[in-house]
């Protein structure tokens, strides 16, 4: 339970993706209608996919720095 904690306090990446993910299931669920679920769901889409493609990104660009043993 530590680590979690450990790196959703390192990951500014990861903070981001639940604050996008609480902010667009709140407006889903408080604003009547004028979200719908397709709407809700493409958006989950484009975060989960940003939140991914930053994660390989960062890890390839830290395998590029490091020289082959």
Not at 43 to 61: A, D, I, K, Q, R
Request: net charge positive; glycine share 8%.
């Amino acid at each position: 339970m530590k680590a979690i904690w450990k790196n959703l306090k390192e990951s500014r990446k990861l903070q981001m993706f639940i604050l996008m993910f609480i902010t667009s299931t709140s407006f889903f669920i408080w604003k009547d209608g004028s979200v719908t679920f397709k709407e809700w769901s493409e958006f989950m889409t484009w975060c989960f996919g940003l939140y991914c493609g930053g994660n390989v990104g960062e890890h390839v660009s830290k395998s590029i720095k490091q020289p082959k043993q």
